[in-house]
């Protein structure tokens, strides 16, 4: 990430300027599209020490710029205790969860991961805080799956949502997270509200809800919004590609970049500027068509034709136009990079053209 602007360097928490070496990072689903930028933009900090864990082990490139990576489940509870309390734990990125398309396959699995992951590692990072008698920063990506459109005249009615609009998800990934937004909300502002022994547990909670990303250097696993991405890879690769949704199905996006430096600059911003715990993001509103017709531009040969797939239709119809993210630029400054011409020609065709010439 880019350092701050002039006159902004106050602004970053006073605890990391102040104490910078004691910072420790522990990334959950590291070895995922998200967790190889973050690692990659927190590194820049030499003094931050980072621990990555995942399922499977992380790529040798993201894994040689962790200070530990451990192999496991983000729903063993022993194993993240020991995480936490092994590695005096600071800031907590929780990126592990299953995505949209393949939570549908396993709701109920999906609901273990996505929902006891996260409430084991706020009820974790609770205790550590209180003997540690420092709070835990905990990060959460969450997503635009929160939303729920009932049909197409109110999508195109409501234009950009704010957070708390149409908050009525209808996948079990978009539940989840809604779900563990309001957990993470809970740990930070009311837990044991009546409890005589409140202690002194404090989490400091902060969440991006995510719209469809766009990474050139990684293929897509497993997100209803993969269309773009698979679209984008598939022409840049010579490969025909099916969409599964109409040319106008429409949401937000941003680009993995924009996304790193968005979660980098929640998890570093001082507390005291944040109104809220959960925040929209995004660049740009694109169709599935018009990213079509710009991807034929960039690649010629491109062959891309639409034919939908019904459910997997309904899901992005439920899902918001465009989001509205001021409030993320009046509390922290948040602003896209790109514009969607803008990113096609400075990030997606220049980034996705070496990730193929290197292949």
Same mark, same amino acid.
């Given at each position: 990430m880019n350092d701050p602007p002039a006159g902004k360097a106050n602004e970053m928490d006073s605890k990391e300027q102040l104490d910078p070496g004691s910072r420790s990072v522990l990334i959950t689903g590291a070895a995922g599209e998200i967790g190889h930028g973050l690692i990659k933009g927190l590194r820049v900090h030499d003094d931050i020490r980072i621990v990555a864990t995942d399922l499977k082990d992380l790529p040798e490139d993201t894994r040689d710029l962790c200070d530990e990576v451990h192999v496991g489940d983000v729903c063993d509870m022993g194993l993240m205790q020991q995480? +936490?309390?092994?590695?005096?734990? #600071? &800031?907590?990125?929780?990126? $592990?969860?299953l995505l949209s398309t393949r939570a549908e396959h396993v709701p109920e699995v999906a609901h273990e991961v996505n929902v006891g992951g996260t409430f084991n590692l706020l009820k974790l990072c609770a205790s550590h805080s209180a003997s540690w008698g420092r709070p835990v920063r905990f990060i959460l990506p969450s997503t635009i799956a929160v939303y729920g459109m009932a049909d197409l005249a109110q999508k195109a009615s409501m234009g950009a949502v704010s957070e708390g609009d149409c908050n *009525?998800? !209808?996948?079990?990934y978009g539940c989840n997270k809604l779900y563990c937004e309001h957990l993470g !909300?809970?740990?930070?502002?009311?837990?044991? =509200?009546?409890?005589?022994?409140?202690?002194? $547990?404090?989490?400091?909670? !902060?969440?991006? !809800?995510?719209?469809?990303?766009?990474?050139? /250097? *990684?293929?897509? #696993?497993?997100?209803? =919004?993969d269309f773009v991405p698979e679209m984008l890879h598939a022409a840049a690769s010579g490969t025909p590609y099916t969409c599964f949704v109409r040319e106008d $199905?429409?949401?937000?996006?941003?680009?993995?970049? /924009?996304?790193? /430096? $968005?979660?980098?600059?929640?998890g570093r911003v001082d507390e005291n500027r944040l109104q809220n715990s959960v925040y929209n993001v995004s660049s740009f509103s694109a169709s599935a068509g018009e990213v079509a017709e710009m991807v034929r531009s960039s690649f010629p040969g491109a062959e891309? /034709?639409?034919?939908? &797939?019904?459910?997997?239709?309904? +899901?992005? &119809? =439920?899902?918001?136009? &465009?989001?509205d993210t001021s409030t993320a630029r009046a509390d922290w400054g948040f602003t896209p990079r790109w514009g969607l011409e803008e990113a096609f020609a400075e990030y997606i065709v220049p980034s996705i053209r070496t990730h193929y010439a290197q292949a």
């Amino acid at each position: 990430m880019n350092d701050p602007p002039a006159g902004k360097a106050n602004e970053m928490d006073s605890k990391e300027q102040l104490d910078p070496g004691s910072r420790s990072v522990l990334i959950t689903g590291a070895a995922g599209e998200i967790g190889h930028g973050l690692i990659k933009g927190l590194r820049v900090h030499d003094d931050i020490r980072i621990v990555a864990t995942d399922l499977k082990d992380l790529p040798e490139d993201t894994r040689d710029l962790c200070d530990e990576v451990h192999v496991g489940d983000v729903c063993d509870m022993g194993l993240m205790q020991q995480l +936490i309390a092994m590695h005096e734990v #600071t &800031d907590l990125y929780h990126l $592990a969860a299953l995505l949209s398309t393949r939570a549908e396959h396993v709701p109920e699995v999906a609901h273990e991961v996505n929902v006891g992951g996260t409430f084991n590692l706020l009820k974790l990072c609770a205790s550590h805080s209180a003997s540690w008698g420092r709070p835990v920063r905990f990060i959460l990506p969450s997503t635009i799956a929160v939303y729920g459109m009932a049909d197409l005249a109110q999508k195109a009615s409501m234009g950009a949502v704010s957070e708390g609009d149409c908050n *009525t998800p !209808r996948t079990m990934y978009g539940c989840n997270k809604l779900y563990c937004e309001h957990l993470g !909300r809970y740990y930070a502002r009311h837990y044991r =509200s009546l409890a005589e022994d409140r202690g002194t $547990a404090t989490i400091d909670f !902060r969440c991006l !809800r995510l719209p469809g990303i766009i990474a050139a /250097e *990684t293929k897509p #696993t497993g997100g209803t =919004s993969d269309f773009v991405p698979e679209m984008l890879h598939a022409a840049a690769s010579g490969t025909p590609y099916t969409c599964f949704v109409r040319e106008d $199905a429409r949401i937000p996006w941003m680009t993995m970049p /924009e996304c790193i /430096e $968005a979660m980098l600059q929640i998890g570093r911003v001082d507390e005291n500027r944040l109104q809220n715990s959960v925040y929209n993001v995004s660049s740009f509103s694109a169709s599935a068509g018009e990213v079509a017709e710009m991807v034929r531009s960039s690649f010629p040969g491109a062959e891309i /034709e639409f034919t939908p &797939d019904v459910d997997r239709q309904a +899901i992005v &119809d =439920s899902w918001p136009a &465009d989001v509205d993210t001021s409030t993320a630029r009046a509390d922290w400054g948040f602003t896209p990079r790109w514009g969607l011409e803008e990113a096609f020609a400075e990030y997606i065709v220049p980034s996705i053209r070496t990730h193929y010439a290197q292949a």
